[in-house]
């Protein structure tokens, strides 16, 4: 070590010579011997403690054995003190189930009688920094170490002090085991811990004292995942399966807590939303044909949801984490909906020729469920006829028209033939009569029909019978297109009703849901 000095003394000896020369040029002969006075004391002190370190290093170090444990008796026990600072909270992989710290092993001392030594005799040196491969330490180990370092990889230099204590505080990188408990993943809390104790030396010839009950926080860097909820350490001492002897071991307990910001905004929101999508399954109408469409999206959406969330928790069978059932249950409503959906557009499309309206279809979905619903049906639009009867006016005119010009002459001779049809009574159902001022109804659709007296009967002709029958065959059309729209709108209108029954079922049940999601981790107070 005394040849690190040899620059700087000699730098410091042209300095004092160049100082002097000037002091002596400008006449002041007597400062310059002072300062060159000054500047050969401090040199000799330097060099004297250069010296006496030298000297403390071959007397300590002379006849030393680095593998033989500190104490003069092999019955003594060799006291080390220990503490734990945590500077770093690296990572918490939950698939490999590990913990990630930087630490450094604080106030690792003991006390070592053959590094003693009188401080009077040595320069008046009360401490030394040796490396540490030159001394003894303390197999202290990491018990659940996970990545195969169970000690300390970085051998820093140790701190002695004249009365033979050493002072050891290397930093380390850990990997220690962890069992991840993911239920209620990502709002979870974990307890972790870091068990360190001698390896190979037990109770007996190494013993651990506890410097302080928690671990040191103060040099301790935010993690932006983790938050560190308590650390505190025990002293334990436990007997092996092993061994029988009894060896001794510090364990500190890591309480923390996951920041669920990060997967609040990227995981949890966008899949509330896409449940959302469900419910909106049945309020998009059927006529659009999108309905199937959107209850695949939303089931392909989940699914990449759900394998995002497999590659973020551990592969265990022990427990499944919370979003993950909700996933998992939305997954199967939307199934559900899928189902639901195909039925609705069944009954949707259903028509008079391939089904009958039940009557107790008839009298609940389209009688009490939709008030309890509040759905109002809207009153069908005016049609063509304006009574229960059907007035055929267009005929009428038709008929007024030819009558004007064409039939009254050939009435007048037709009344003297022998195909002359009267029209009292109309025994044919199918026959029609036209009244003194015009109108034509149809017997079938005139429930308040009163035969016509014998003064008000008209003569029709041939031809004027078969345009009557043809009036009566679009009219008997007419009726039954009417009356099968009215049922496929009555089939519609119940596919809208079970449209509406399972929207409000799904709002719901997801309501229900999402409250299962947050409920339980409140009430764990882990949010």
Same mark, same amino acid.
């Given at each position: ?26 006449? /002041?002969?007597?400062? %310059?011997?002072?300062?060159? @006075?000054?500047?050969? =004391?401090?040199? #000799? &002190? ?95 180990? /990491?018990?659940?170490? %996970?990545?195969?370092?169970? @000690?300390?990889?970085? =051998?820093?230099? #140790? &701190? ?368």
């Amino acid at each position: 070590m005394a040849l690190v000095y040899v620059p700087l003394i000699c730098v410091a000896l042209v300095c004092v010579a160049l100082v002097c020369m000037a002091l002596v040029c400008m006449g /002041l002969v007597c400062m %310059a011997l002072v300062c060159m @006075a000054l500047v050969c =004391m401090v040199l #000799a &002190q330097r060099g004297s403690r250069t010296q006496a370190e030298d000297r403390l290093f071959k007397h300590l170090f002379g006849g030393y054995n680095r593998w033989a444990r500190p104490v003069p008796n092999t019955s003594d026990v060799v006291i080390v003190r220990f503490g734990l600072s945590i500077a770093q909270l690296i990572d918490v992989d939950e698939k490999n189930q590990m913990m990630t710290t930087n630490v450094w092993l604080k106030q690792q001392e003991w006390s070592d009688y053959k590094l003693r030594w009188d401080p009077a005799e040595f320069g008046n040196v009360t401490s030394l920094r040796v490396p540490s491969e030159m001394i003894w330490i303390p197999d202290i180990v /990491l018990y659940n170490n %996970a990545d195969g370092e169970f @000690a300390v990889t970085h =051998m820093t230099k #140790a &701190q002695i002090f004249f009365t033979g204590t050493v002072h050891w505080v290397p930093p380390a990188i850990y990997k220690s085991s962890c069992s991840i408990d993911v239920t209620f993943f990502p709002f979870d809390q974990q307890n972790c811990k870091m068990k360190f104790g001698s390896w190979t030396y037990d109770k007996a010839k190494i013993d651990l004292e506890q410097m302080e009950q928690t671990v040191d926080l103060k040099e301790y860097w935010e993690s932006g995942e983790w938050a560190i909820i308590n650390a505190t350490g025990t002293y334990n001492s436990k007997k092996y399966d092993c061994c029988a002897e009894i060896y001794p071991d510090v364990t500190y307990y890591f309480v923390i807590r996951r920041l669920p910001l990060f997967y609040t905004i990227n995981l949890i929101i966008p899949c509330l939303l896409i449940s959302c999508l469900t419910v909106l399954v049945f309020y998009l109408p059927s006529e659009c044909g999108e309905k199937i469409t959107l209850c695949i999206s939303v089931l392909l959406s989940l699914t990449v949801f759900l394998l995002l969330i497999t590659e973020i928790i551990p592969s265990t069978s022990l427990v499944i984490p919370l979003i993950g059932e909700y996933l998992l249950f939305t997954m199967i409503f939307v199934t559900l909906s899928i189902v639901i959906t195909v039925f609705v557009l069944n009954v949707h499309h259903r028509s008079p020729s391939t089904h009958n309206m039940p009557r107790w279809v008839r009298g609940a979905l389209l009688g009490r469920v939709p008030q309890w619903l509040m759905m109002n049906r809207p009153l069908p639009p005016m049609e063509f006829h304006d009574s229960p009867g059907l007035k055929l006016n267009p005929a009428y005119h038709w008929l007024e028209t030819n009558m004007d010009a064409e039939g009254r002459e050939e009435t007048e001779e037709e009344e003297e033939d022998e195909n002359i049809c009267t029209c009292a009574g109309f025994p044919d159902a199918s026959m029609g009569i036209l009244y003194g001022h015009g109108s034509l109804h149809l017997r079938a659709l005139e429930p308040e029909f009163k035969a016509p007296s014998q003064d008000s009967e008209i003569v029709l002709s041939p031809q004027i019978q078969k345009a009557l029958e043809g009036v009566h065959y679009i009219a008997d059309h007419l009726r039954s297109e009417d009356a099968d729209s009215s049922v496929k709108e009555d089939w519609k209108y119940v596919a809208m009703v079970i449209d509406r029954i399972f929207l409000w079922l799904f709002i719901i049940v997801c309501f229900l849901g999402t409250i299962g999601l947050f409920l339980p981790p409140f009430l764990a107070g882990m949010i």
